[in-house]
């Protein structure tokens, strides 16, 4: 049975209170981690089979930051790899608590190092653009800051949730001057800016970016007005599945995001879409700033033979299984 604390990190992910792809999978693995803590299994299975329902109620939240289903991998492949010796409860429990510890560790250094990498790209005088809140682009802008760079950073707004407003207050709170604009702005300005940093939900095999929607148009502007894009991708954010040829699911949201659902309903024939990302195809894109280097986009698919080449073709497709019967 799932607990109500469990849940309530699953319903925090979906409702968006615990947003963006680093902190959604570090919640995925702290909701595994509490499944393991206050599990009251008495067989190793019947644990196991606990942390696979918390497992299926987490990769339901939120379908497109393949940090999560990462992060989900990283800890029921340890799970799994022991359960064949496992004698007791307290066996698999100390294996998924050490893997949740161990992925959330992970991914507060990968963060940092992508800081001290990324902040080798700026230099004094930059004029920076973001899109969204990525706490990865806070990272590199914060570490550069803190070397005593000085530069200034433009902010889209990031309609329709806003979350370009949390970067605002986050950089302006570190002393950096930041300027809000307009999602609809960003052409207006570019000529002003020298590079352009985004966060990543997604990085598939062929080296093009999912993130927040709005990252690809304004991809595009930069390269017409040749201004770089440097993307901040820790390694969990590339998807295996797109190896074997899947297409990254791009979540939509609720209309009423956009417009009130009385307004709406008050006009005839329209519809709303509301998709909360969009693709950028790797010709956009200059450089991905990992926490093991900087790589070109087009150097994706050896990320993931690196990261992921240990697992087999069935334990890709067993994981797969389980999201589609969730979807189903
Ligand atoms: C957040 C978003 C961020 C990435 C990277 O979307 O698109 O750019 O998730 O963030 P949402 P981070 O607000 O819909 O979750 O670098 O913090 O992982």
Redesign the pocket.
Known sequence: MTSSEVQRIADEIRN?KR???????RSAAQALQLTAELSTATSPNELVEELRGTSQLLLAT?P??V?LPNAVRFVMHRVTSVLVQARTVVDIRTVAIKAAEDFIQNSLSA?QRIGEIGAKRITDGDKILT????????AILGTAWKQGKRFEVTVTE?RP?F?GRLTTRELGSIGIPVTLILDDAVRFFLNKIDKVF????AVAANGALV??IG?SLIALAAHEARVRVFV???TY?FSPETLIGELIEI?ERDASEIIDPDELSQIPNATVRNP??DITPAEYIDLIITEKGIVPPQAAIFILEQEFGLLTPEELSDYHTVRISEQD
């Open positions: 968006m947003r963006g792809a680093g902190e959604i999978a939120r497109t930051a940090s963060i899109h969204c809140n990525s706490s990865a682009v806070i990031t949730r979350q985004v966060g990543a939900d993130n927040k990252t901040a991708a820790e954010k979540e909360a990302f």
